[in-house]
């Protein structure tokens, strides 16, 4: 069975760094098809893919955000940790972590139940 | 990459069938046939409905279908039931840099 969980801070301050993390089972990130992507969603807004990483750690952001995303992996405690620097209130959302497939298009299979964070002083 | 399009809501009534459309570019949707589908129940995460265009995964129902005619991506529900009044969103891949996928902006359903 499959299961990510998003952990991490509910409230962070302006300028603060969040770092996220999520921790995965029923498959392992040692396995070359598939990794885990970060995508966010602000209240009532849509869905931001931020970042994403695979077992080979090959790493991609998104464009906007590149300056201010960090992924990495710890393959032997299963976990995927995302760190964003300079937070502001619009990074005010719900973040989740996903495995993602690669020879599916990178099609996100399972999420985590997502972690709000919110972003305030 | 922009979002890809989507509407911003849609009804119909229980039984109806009903479809999204996903409008996309030449550098996504419509050059790989590797779109997806996904639902959001309100404060739950999304789940996967339809991969790779027009596949569904283990346990989603027949009623939900996919295809694609261009730049355009549609999700079909058929026999709506009161149970997939959600936010539905599509996603594409859009190439081998970044940002390899974009999602669209949602599509509130409704079933009246």
């Known amino acids: 069975q499959v299961t990510l969980k998003e952990s991490g801070p509910v409230l962070v301050k302006p300028t603060e760094t969040l770092t996220l993390t999520c921790t995965v089972s029923?498959?392992?990130?040692?396995?070359?098809?598939?990794?885990v992507s970060w995508i966010r969603q602000p209240p009532g807004k849509a869905l931001e893919w931020l970042a994403h990483?695979?077992?080979?750690?090959?790493?991609s952001y998104s464009t906007s955000l590149k300056s201010r995303l960090t992924i990495s992996k710890d393959t032997s405690k299963s976990q995927v940790v995302l760190t964003m620097t300079n937070m502001d209130p619009v990074d005010t959302a719900t973040y989740y972590c996903a495995r993602i497939v690669r020879a599916s298009g990178y099609v996100s299979d399972y999420w985590g139940q997502g972690t709000l964070v919110t972003v305030s002083s | 990459q922009s979002a890809l399009t989507q509407p911003a809501s849609v009804s119909g009534s229980p039984g109806q069938s009903i479809t999204i459309s996903c409008t996309g570019t030449?550098?996504?949707?419509?050059?790989?046939?590797?779109v997806s589908w996904y639902q959001q129940h309100p404060g739950k995460a999304p789940k996967l409905m339809i991969y790779e265009g027009s596949k569904r995964p283990s346990g989603v129902s027949n009623r939900f279908s996919g295809s694609k005619s261009g730049n355009t991506a549609s999700l079909t529900i058929s026999g709506l039931q009161a149970e997939d009044e959600a936010d539905y969103y599509c996603?594409?891949?859009?190439?081998?840099?970044?940002?390899?996928?974009?999602f669209g902006g949602g599509t509130k359903l409704t079933v009246l």
């Open positions: 030449s550098s996504d949707v419509g050059s790989y046939n590797l």
């Open positions: 029923g498959f392992s990130l040692s396995n070359a098809r598939m990794g």
């Open positions: 990483i695979f077992s080979n750690d090959e790493k």
């Open positions: 996603c594409s891949y859009a190439g081998s840099s970044t940002p390899y996928v974009v």
